[in-house]
């Protein structure tokens, strides 16, 4: 999963630099080109991927619904241990 190259607390200002093409995906590298067909491409050289953006923005959207999800049901949880502790 490429998000492992944010840091857990920074997971959507991260992917924010994914979704501009500012950061590539596979090595997390900043070194990006936009291509004219709407692909970013690793100036790196080592790496040198490139994906669509389009089909990034969608995944990145998924993604996001998910993180969403998980800390609504993380706070319901929450207020469940709450209530239980009120007996
Ligand atoms: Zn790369």
């Known amino acids: 999963m490429f998000l492992n190259l944010c840091r857990q607390k920074n997971v959507f200002s991260c992917a924010a630099n994914f979704s501009r093409g500012k950061k590539c995906i596979f090595c997390g590298s900043f070194k990006t080109k936009r291509t004219a067909r709407g ?28 993180y969403q999800g998980f800390s609504v049901l993380h706070r319901q949880i929450q207020e469940l241990q709450f209530l239980e502790t009120l007996g």
Do not use: A, M, P
């Not at 080592?46 to 995944?59: A, I, V």
């Open 39 to 66: 692909y970013v491409r690793c100036r790196k050289k080592t790496c040198g991927k490139q994906k669509s953006l389009k089909q990034l923005k969608r995944e990145l959207d998924v993604l996001k619904g998910f």
